[in-house]
């Protein structure tokens, strides 16, 4: 079992920036794609970044391309989420995963084992 655990979130200003990070602990994840995705009010949650398991592939969401950075550190057992020029939509909760039968990067939710318990972002205008 795989436990995550996010951190990071908080209320900041439209333009400004936040870094979430994704403890895991249970197991070493090394060998395990990671993702993060959003649920915000009312809406159904969606996929936000993901990453392979040796870190050299990336994909985001066409939302969030060129303002958000995903990486991890197998070393350290997490996975950061850099999230620059934020706006009001990127308000939600925001929730890291991962999974260890995955071959590649996947954007789908339903194909991850493993979630965190989210954080909030809230983003004022």
């Known amino acids: 079992q795989v436990q995550l655990v996010e951190s990071g979130g908080g209320l900041v200003q439209a333009g400004g920036s936040l870094r979430l990070s994704c403890a895991a602990s249970g197991r070493t994840i090394s060998t395990y794609v990671l993702g993060w995705f959003r649920q915000g009010p009312g809406q159904e949650r969606e996929f936000v970044a993901t990453i392979s398991r040796g870190g050299s592939r990336t994909r985001y969401a066409d939302s969030v391309k060129g303002r958000f950075t995903i990486s991890r550190d197998n070393a350290k057992n997490t996975v950061d989420l850099q999230m620059n020029s934020l706006k009001p939509e990127d308000t939600a909760v925001y929730y890291c995963?991962?999974?260890?039968?995955?071959?590649?990067?996947?954007?789908?939710?339903?194909?991850?084992?493993?979630w965190g318990q989210g954080t909030q972002v809230t983003v004022s205008s």
């Open positions: 995963a991962a999974d260890a039968r995955l071959s590649d990067t996947v954007v789908t939710a339903t194909r991850y084992d493993y």
